[in-house]
């Protein structure tokens, strides 16, 4: 047994898909000080936003790419958008949501934040939305239904800019999908991903990289003709 097996048998529990001393520490580094009050809503209220270190990667990967058009599938409080709009001040945004409740709430945090101008919220299921649209996004971020994101990306990439990039959160599911053993509420959801992975690294028209940040995300692009 090496030293670094032997330590996670002396409290050094994983946690999702790090181990959660380190996620603590990563955590302590990455601040968000302005979405405070977002990031205590969503803790007390158990609505899902990005985890603080994919959080982080968002930020950076939109700040350094500047995405003319960002087009985002679910928006929850709207946490996520108003991240990329902050991040990139060139980048319109659209962000599409099943619920009426989250909509509302999504564009009342919109507006506190002043960026009403920037960022239009969709009240849409996100395939009848990704089908009835003609517009082309440079960035696309996915992070709604975990099931559908085979049918997410099939949709998106006639979407997509000719040099856009997709950028897809919660791949890694908690680690449960590299799990042979899964309890029965999570069985659909670690089955679709597990195909979507797949599906997604044996295209061969694609670029992709996992990255074992927050709950797991991956990159796609297409390679270049």
Do not use: W
């Amino acid at each position: 047994m090496t030293r670094l097996r032997a330590n996670f048998h002396k409290g050094y529990a994983m946690d999702g898909i790090v181990n959660s001393k380190v996620r603590e520490y990563v955590e302590n580094l990455v601040n968000f000080p302005e979405f405070s009050d977002m990031e205590t809503y969503a803790k007390a209220n158990h609505v899902p936003i990005v985890m603080k270190d994919a959080g982080e990667f968002l930020r950076f990967i939109v700040s350094t790419a500047k995405p003319v058009e960002i087009l985002e599938l679910g928006t929850a409080i709207g946490y996520s958008s108003i991240l990329m709009a902050r991040s990139s001040p060139t980048s319109s945004i659209v962000t599409v949501e099943r619920s009426e409740e989250m909509r509302d709430m999504a564009e009342e945090n919109i507006g506190k934040y002043g960026l009403g101008g920037r960022i239009r919220v969709v009240l849409s299921e996100c395939d009848i939305f990704l089908k009835t649209s003609e517009k082309l996004f440079d960035f696309i971020f996915i992070d709604a239904g975990k099931s559908h994101y085979q049918e997410y990306l099939d949709l998106c990439l006639p979407r997509l800019s000719h040099s856009g990039m997709i950028l897809c959160d919660n791949v890694l599911y908690q680690g449960l999908v590299a799990h042979d053993t899964v309890a029965r509420k999570h069985r659909t959801n670690v089955t679709k991903l597990r195909e979507f992975m797949a599906y997604v690294h044996g295209r061969e028209d694609l670029i992709t990289s996992t990255l074992t940040v927050g709950d797991g995300m991956l990159l796609i692009r297409r390679k270049e003709l």
